[in-house]
C-alpha cells in the first residue's frame, strides 16, 4: 500500500485535540469523515472542520494546529479514498498501544463510518449492492467487537479486520462517493437510510 498523501498519525493528532477537551475519539472522527465522503457528501474544508469540532464537543471555532489538522484531514482523506493504488489509511492507534485498545478503537471508526455514510444523503429508495449491504452489516458487528487476550492468533485476527475495513470502505467510496459531486446526483425520493438498513 502507498502512501503518497500521509495521514496525520494517531497519536500526533490526539496530542493536539485532548489539551482542548476533545470527548470523542480521532478514529471515530476519521470513520465519520470517510462514511461521509464515501456516501457522495462533500464540504468545503472549513465547513468540514465545524462539523468535526461539534462533534468532538470542542469550544468556539476551529483554530491554531488543531484546527489545521482536522482541516487537513479531509484533504488528505479524500485523496487518499481517490487513490488509484488504494492507498487509504485508517486513523488507528499505533502497533505498540495494547490489543484491546486499538480493537476498541476499530470499532469506533466503524461506528463512526456508519453514521457518517447514513447522514450523507442517499435516499432510502437507493438500491445498495450485495457488497455493500454485507459490508455495511459487518462494520456494524465490528462496533461489537470486544477485546481479546494478546496473542499472536488475535494480532492476526486484528490485521485482517483493519484490512477488511480499509478495503471494504474502498469499496463502498468506488460504488457511491467516488461518481457523485453533489446532492443532485444521489439517489433521490424514498427517506434517507435508517438504522435497520445500516445493520
Not at 29 to 55: E, P, V, Y
Not at 58 to 71: F, H, R, S, T, V
Not at 100 to 127: M, N, P, V, Y
Request: glycine letters at 10%.
Amino acid at each position: 500500500m502507498t502512501q503518497t498523501h500521509p495521514i496525520i498519525p494517531f497519536d500526533e493528532l490526539c496530542d493536539l485535540l485532548m489539551p482542548l477537551g476533545a470527548l470523542n475519539s480521532p478514529a471515530e472522527l476519521h470513520g465519520m469523515l470517510c462514511g461521509k465522503l464515501s456516501g457522495g457528501q462533500r464540504l468545503d474544508t472549513g465547513a468540514w472542520a465545524r462539523i468535526a469540532w461539534d462533534f468532538l464537543d470542542l469550544p468556539g471555532d476551529p483554530q491554531g494546529e488543531a484546527g489545521m489538522a482536522i482541516a487537513q484531514l479531509y484533504n488528505v482523506s479524500l485523496r487518499q479514498l481517490n487513490d488509484d493504488d488504494l492507498g487509504l489509511s485508517l486513523l488507528l492507534p499505533n502497533d505498540d498501544v495494547d490489543l484491546d485498545q486499538r480493537t476498541l478503537a476499530l470499532g469506533q471508526w466503524c461506528h463512526g463510518f456508519l453514521s457518517g455514510f447514513g447522514s450523507a444523503g442517499i435516499e432510502g429508495d437507493c438500491k445498495l449492492s450485495a457488497e455493500a449491504s454485507d459490508a455495511l452489516r459487518d462494520f456494524a458487528a465490528i462496533v461489537q467487537v470486544g477485546a481479546e487476550e494478546d496473542s499472536e492468533e488475535a494480532e492476526g485476527d486484528y490485521t485482517e479486520l483493519v484490512e477488511y475495513v480499509r478495503m471494504a470502505t474502498l469499496s463502498l467510496f468506488m460504488e457511491f462517493g467516488a461518481k457523485i459531486s453533489n446532492p443532485e446526483d444521489l439517489c433521490s425520493g424514498a427517506p434517507r437510510l435508517n438504522n435497520n438498513q445500516l445493520h
